[in-house]
């Protein structure tokens, strides 16, 4: 096994899914994860993508994200609104809660640590 992995979509097939109907805010939004990296111990790296929508989401799992396309707002419960598009990183860290609003398809780069 190679100790280099690209990050791309070419190198997995993605998975599909959608937010859990009791999570489900608004619209219809179909996710595609492309998971190229899952490692022992609960590491994750690959990208996600969401077509428009709005649903809750509640972390127990720290995240780093990276987002490649579109725009979304990500709202946390008690705290602001963030809208984050291409180019923007950060941090969502366990106990976040809140909802994540799609306002044009986004496509991200994630690291997940369970």
């Known amino acids: 096994m190679a100790a280099f992995l690209s990050v791309d979509t070419k190198s997995v097939e993605p998975e599909s899914g959608a937010p859990a109907p009791d999570r489900l805010i608004s619209g219809d939004p179909k996710f595609?994860?492309?998971?190229?990296?899952?490692?022992?111990?609960?590491?994750?790296?690959?990208?996600?993508?969401?077509?428009?929508?709005?649903w809750r989401i509640v972390y127990d799992e720290w995240e780093f994200c990276h987002i490649l396309s579109g725009?979304?707002?990500?709202?946390?419960?008690?705290?602001?609104?963030?809208?984050?598009?291409?180019?923007?990183?950060?941090?969502?860290?366990?106990?976040?809660?809140?909802?994540?609003?799609?306002?044009?398809t986004t496509r991200k780069e994630y690291v997940i640590k369970l």
Do not use: C, H, M, Q
């Open 32 to 54: 595609r994860t492309w998971n190229v990296e899952e490692r022992e111990g609960g590491l994750y790296a690959g990208i996600w993508e969401s077509t428009p929508g709005k």
């Open 71 to 104: 725009v979304s707002v990500i709202a946390e419960d008690g705290g602001d609104a963030r809208t984050v598009r291409a180019g923007d990183s950060f941090v969502l860290r366990p106990g976040f809660r809140g909802s994540w609003e799609v306002l044009e």
